[in-house]
């Protein structure tokens, strides 16, 4: 028996792992804190794609003839693929730059495998050009974070603190489904007396636990989050000792927020005057009692053009209150995959190095440089962001090959008919994975990879615990790791370093890289972490704290469950009030395309799918169209019926779902099955880059 961790979402649930005959068992591990023992159905069913009969054991390679037209996948050996992704990458870079090679990492690869990759990109392949799918995942909740905060951890403090808050606002998350375990805290903090706010288009399962449940029209967070610090000024309920000694920028945010009453906001958002003035009452109450505010977003508010905006906006709400820094209270965000915060913190961004350190900063070149063994001026300086990479792919200024680990883009980017002609405009593209994604299926060379059971490595969770996953199976036969991939291509393209395969011998080299960066890993070590049930970021090698400025020789630093207590992440300790301004949804509906679209997921999936639609004891629906009984008679079709959805993009086909739980104007459409994305609008946050997938204008008929 091994305990180690789910190969899903950035609840990292414990598990243990046992061995039965040939297959492999997932059991509850009961003493791991942060599910105790509890896991959804897609963690119970994990193993399902051990043994699978499309798992991929074997590299594949497609030919191509001399005119350029392109053969089928066929077999080949390890030593043909690698000579073959090597030789072309060689002869690209030799005709057009190293920023003609593109890499596309994930975050739910393990910490070793990011780093790795962003050390790859910038050492072996000299490359500018690499960024992550987690650009689509939590970068508002980020650019957000770091620029009030000034440090960006999802949530700063243990999950299990949720279950303090007197007032827990969840804005547009639906953990119940997509983080099941966390949900017992919200029931828990109801036992004990506290409220739940749920804000979303639907009534989800997560709203169905909540006090209140607010559902405004995709796209106008923003506009409620102005409404509510609105009447907070109004009530006098700003917590003015807290914003004068930990803050700054205020003044300019109360006047910006003067016009927001709740009337307006109504006309904005859809909610009800008097349901805005019942969130401000409920928050003003429980602060004037010296109670706990707790706000969290998710993927609902941020994936929006204007979606840092909104994250900055709940964040004003809850530095008003006097909240952040306090224990039960403050701001956090919900991250989404596996290692959604991990996968940010060691150089698969654009523009970062290990340790959350900005490539553009030259101390930061330099320490890294240092540990690589490089010249700090060998490394390139910031790439494009994820989808801009994307795009750029076969044009003339953009990169002619594209490395692609852990993600299937074809399913899951925005805009996704657009991004398919982009990848299929590559002279190279390559693929590492598990099974045959739909991107795999376009790859000119697909290396087959371990599964999560088949090898170790670290996951930092959604609360920057920094968690083991622990090897419990033989990988099958003529699968490598994402690891023993890269340094195969290193060597190959003759790589001034080496680059190790062992993770643990990767993660020492990752922890001397982060060692007084912000998100300083240089004092966990995989025994640390075996022993205390995870250690939480920043942890440096030593505890100054322990005695002397510098601490006693060997004293190790406790971890930081907790954030912001007495100071926040900037050079001067203070939190920042920033002011935002409504905008509203890139697309608005128009007389062609008259409702509101938007996108998520269902428990039973998890995104593109690629892995969970062959996991057969899990539902595997197909799309479906979610409209109100209201939409539907107006459009004259019934539960079951074949839709046809159109946006600008795009269209799809699909059943219809008839629910009343959802607004009237807007139908949603989960993401998990190919679809969705050819209807999603690829406008871009302009601070964090990401794409607008939870809001565009559709048509629907039947
Ligand atoms: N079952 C399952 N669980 C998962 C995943 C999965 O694929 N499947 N993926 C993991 C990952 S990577 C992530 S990022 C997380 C995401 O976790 P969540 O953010 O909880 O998931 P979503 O379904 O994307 O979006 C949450 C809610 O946002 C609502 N929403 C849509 N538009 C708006 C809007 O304009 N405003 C507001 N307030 N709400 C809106 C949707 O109705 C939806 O219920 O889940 C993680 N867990
Ligand atoms: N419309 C719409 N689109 C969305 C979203 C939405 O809400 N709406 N959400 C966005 C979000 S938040 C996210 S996170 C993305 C996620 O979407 P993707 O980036 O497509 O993520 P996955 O589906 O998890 O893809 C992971 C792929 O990598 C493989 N894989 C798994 N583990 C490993 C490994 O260790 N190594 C390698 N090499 N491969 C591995 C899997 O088999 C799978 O093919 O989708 C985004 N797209
Ligand atoms: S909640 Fe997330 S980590 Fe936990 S079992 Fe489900 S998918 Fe796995
Ligand atoms: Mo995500």
New binding site residues.
């Given amino acids: 028996m091994t305990t180690s961790h789910c190969p899903y979402c950035s609840l990292q649930c414990g598990m243990t792992l046992t061995r039965e005959g040939r297959s492999l068992a997932v059991g509850a591990w009961e003493a791991f804190p942060v599910n105790e023992g509890a896991l959804c159905r897609k963690g119970w069913t994990a193993a399902g794609l051990r043994g699978h009969r499309e798992r991929l054991t074997t590299p594949l390679v497609r030919d191509r003839a001399a005119d350029g037209s392109r053969g089928e996948l066929r077999p080949a050996t390890w030593d043909e693929a690698l000579d073959l992704v090597a030789d072309r990458l060689t002869a690209i870079r030799a005709e057009d730059g190293p920023d003609a090679v593109a890499v596309f990492g994930?975050?739910?690869?393990t910490n070793e495998?990011g780093y790795q990759l962003g050390k790859f990109a910038r050492v072996a392949l000299g490359t500018s050009q690499i960024d992550y799918?987690g650009r689509?995942?939590m970068s508002s909740a980020a650019s957000a974070g770091l620029r009030a905060l000034g440090l960006d951890r999802g949530l700063p403090f243990p999950l299990a603190d949720v279950e303090r808050a007197d007032v827990l606002v969840l804005a547009g998350s639906n953990l119940a489904e997509t983080a099941p375990p966390a949900a017992r805290h919200l029931d828990r903090l109801r036992e004990r007396g506290g409220r739940v706010v749920v804000v979303d288009p639907r009534r989800t399962p997560t709203a169905d636990r909540a006090d209140l449940h607010l559902a405004p029209v995709p796209g106008t967070d923003l506009a409620l989050a102005l409404g509510v610090l609105h009447l907070v000024v109004a009530a006098g309920a700003v917590d003015e000792d807290y914003v004068a000694a930990r803050t700054s920028g205020f003044d300019a945010v109360r006047r910006s927020v003067t016009s927001w009453w709740p009337e307006r906001v109504e006309r904005v958002t859809g909610i009800a005057a008097d349901e805005v003035r019942a969130l401000a009452d409920l928050l003003i109450s429980t602060a004037a009692r010296g109670g706990r505010v707790m706000v969290l977003t998710a993927?609902g508010v941020e994936?929006h053009s204007q979606g840092s905006d909104t994250v900055l906006a709940w964040i004003n709400v809850a530095l008003a209150l006097g909240m952040p820094g306090r224990e039960g209270a403050g701001y956090g965000c919900l991250t989404?995959?596996g290692n959604g915060q991990g996968g940010r913190e060691h150089g698969q961004k654009a523009d970062q190095l290990p340790g959350y350190r900005l490539i553009t900063d030259p101390a930061a070149r330099a320490h890294v440089a240092g540990v690589w063994g490089v010249d700090p001026d060998s490394l390139p300086g910031k790439g494009r962001s994820a989808y801009e990479l994307l795009e750029a792919l076969g044009t003339p200024d953009g990169p002619r090959a594209l490395l692609v680990?852990?993600?299937?883009?074809v399913?899951?980017a925005?805009n996704a008919t657009h991004v398919t002609e982009r990848l299929a405009a590559l002279d190279l593209l390559v693929v590492?994975?598990?099974?045959l994604?739909e991107t795999a299926a376009m790859a000119d060379v697909v290396l087959p990879?371990t599964?999560w059971a088949e090898e170790t490595g670290t996951m930092t969770n959604l609360e920057g615990r920094v968690v083991l996953r622990q090897r419990a199976l033989t990988p099958p036969e003529g699968v490598r790791t994402?690891l023993e991939v890269i340094a195969g291509l290193a060597e190959r393209l003759g790589s001034p370093v080496a680059f190790a395969t062992d993770p643990e011998e990767v993660f020492a080299e990752l922890g001397r890289a982060s060692a007084g960066g912000p998100a300083d890993y240089s004092g966990i070590t995989y025994d640390r972490i075996r022993a205390e049930h995870g250690v939480f970021w920043p942890c440096p090698a030593t505890d100054p704290a322990a005695g002397g400025p510098d601490g006693p020789e060997g004293a190790p630093h406790p971890g930081t469950p907790r954030l912001f207590a007495d100071r926040f992440g900037h050079p001067d300790g203070r939190a920042r009030f920033l002011v935002t301004e409504f905008r509203g949804a890139a697309e608005q509906p128009c007389a062609d395309y008259p409702l509101h679209l938007t996108?998520?997921?269902v428990l039973g999936q998890?995104?593109?799918?690629?892995?969970t639609r062959r996991v057969k004891e899990l539902p595997d629906t197909g799309p479906f169209v979610e409209l109100h009984p209201q939409l539907a008679r107006r459009l004259g079709t019934t539960d079951g019926e074949l839709l046809t959805v159109r946006t600008r993009r795009g269209a799809m086909r699909a059943p219809a779902r008839v629910v009343a739980t959802i607004r009237p104007d807007t139908v949603f459409v989960p993401?998990h099955w190919v679809g969705?994305?050819r209807l999603?609008n690829d406008a871009l946050d302009p601070a964090s880059r990401m794409p607008e997938?939870k809001v565009c204008a559709a048509a629907v008929s039947a």
Avoid at 432 to 435: I, R, S
């Fill in positions: 994930a975050g739910g690869l495998k799918n689509w995942c993927r994936q989404g995959q680990h852990g993600s299937n883009i399913v899951s925005p590492a994975d598990l099974v994604s990879v599964q994402d996108t998520g997921r998890y995104q593109s799918g690629a892995q993401f969705a994305n999603t997938f």
